[in-house]
């Protein structure tokens, strides 16, 4: 099982719309049978207005095909599109890290 974190650095004042799109996704994920994802915002970090989003995959291979849209319809697909549109204005950078669970 693998943690993938995906870290944004926000633009100033755009905290709340980012987290908003994550919540949005979060229940299309659930939805869609794709699993948990938990979304956290900093109280301190390494830099402010930093938005986490994480969820938990069996692999790297469904974590890549979920990336990638493989077994979803053209509706969820549309959905997920409408709920990310427009996120790079609210992102200055961002990262993914890859954790392997041991227990």
């Known amino acids: 099982m693998l943690l993938i974190r995906e870290i944004f650095y926000c633009k100033p004042g755009k905290v709340r719309p980012m987290v908003e799109k994550f919540l949005a996704m979060a229940k299309l994920n659930e939805k869609l049978g794709l699993g948990r994802v938990r979304v956290m915002t900093d109280l301190s970090a390494e830099r402010y207005w930093t938005v986490v989003s994480e969820m938990?995959?069996?692999?790297?291979?469904?974590?890549?095909?979920?990336?990638?849209?493989?077994?979803?319809?053209?509706?969820?697909?549309?959905?997920?599109?409408?709920?990310?549109?427009?996120?790079?204005?609210?992102?200055?950078?961002?990262?993914?890290?890859?954790?392997?669970?041991?227990?």
């Open 56 to 103: 938990e995959v069996p692999s790297m291979q469904a974590f890549e095909e979920m990336m990638q849209g493989q077994g979803q319809n053209a509706e969820a697909m549309k959905e997920f599109e409408t709920i990310m549109k427009g996120y790079h204005d609210l992102v200055d950078h961002g990262r993914r890290e890859i954790y392997k669970i041991e227990g």
